[in-house]
């Protein structure tokens, strides 16, 4: 699958309608991100189940903005529209692949409880 484009048109479907999604935050003056940007394409392609998505921040300062991105690269992982790893710095391809399998491996039922748990115990 191609790395997608997001912008502020489809960031919030794309996170909405895929149950795992793999943002990366970037910037084309950025070195470390344009050494990064290979090793996330060829990742993405053995990951057909896997949405993988680039935020450019130059151009999309309004959701680098809202998701307080302040070095770049940034990767950001979605399940089920829930954030469950966020981190800025590019990793070797070995380290992101075992990012996105341990992020796989993760019970979201299990996260969603303790969303729910977290909340019920702010409202008392």
Not at 3 to 29: G, H, I, K, R, S
């Amino acid at each position: 699958m191609a790395v997608v484009e997001l912008t502020d048109q489809n960031f919030e479907d794309t996170v909405t309608n895929n149950d795992f999604v793999v943002v990366d935050y970037w910037a084309p003056w950025c070195g470390p991100c344009r050494s990064f940007a290979p090793t996330y394409e060829k990742v993405s392609e053995d990951h057909e189940d896997i949405v993988f998505a680039k935020v450019n921040t130059e151009e999309e300062q309004e959701i680098a903005g809202h998701f307080q991105i302040r070095s770049i690269p940034t990767l950001m992982i979605f399940r089920e529209k829930v954030i469950i790893f966020s981190q800025a710095g590019a990793l070797p391809e070995s380290g992101l692949r075992e990012l996105i399998e341990r992020a796989s491996e993760l019970d979201m039922a299990e996260v969603h409880k303790q969303i729910a748990e977290e909340q019920d115990s702010e409202q008392a």
